[in-house]
């Protein structure tokens, strides 16, 4: 990346700042459907943070991903699309860049990028169930 000049460091500042209120904008979408659109909003908010980053590098998107994340779970009245969002489509995009520039062959790329998904995905079920629904009966669910 180029070496920038305080008044391009300020146009960087004020797209991120757009990029991040858009990204909130896209998760509050979700809450008028009851919770049907919560992937669908969390990966297309992603995406701005997937933009950002190529044009402007992974430092300043993570800064994008960071504020989004934060606002939207203050924000949003149905957490479920922003909690997706934080905890694994938002920082998603920074990964696959990094993965992409290992020197590695593309077998074992796929295998990182899929294994990483799907442990944050597993991370966040966990969370979930331990802090909102508690242990499992499974013999009590069974039989119901």
Not at 45 to 61: C, D, N, P
Not at 85 to 104: D, H, N, Q, S
Request: aromatic share 14%.
């Amino acid at each position: 990346m180029k070496r920038r000049s305080f008044g391009n460091a300020a146009l960087v500042v004020a797209r991120g700042g757009i990029f991040s209120s858009l990204g909130v904008l896209i998760l509050l979408l979700a809450h008028p459907f009851d919770e049907v659109l919560d992937l669908t909003v969390a990966t297309i908010a992603s995406l701005l943070v997937w933009f950002f980053a190529a044009e402007y590098g992974k430092k300043f998107a993570f800064c994008v991903y960071l504020s989004t994340a934060l606002l939207s779970l203050l924000l949003t009245p149905a957490n479920t699309g922003a909690i997706v969002y934080a905890m694994i489509t938002g920082w998603y995009p920074l990964f696959k860049v990094t993965v992409e520039r290992l020197k590695a062959k593309q077998s074992v790329k796929r295998l990182l990028k899929i294994s990483v998904f799907t442990l944050a995905f597993l991370l966040m079920v966990v969370l979930f169930f331990k802090l909102f629904v508690g242990p499992l009966d499974f013999a009590t669910l069974t039989s119901d």
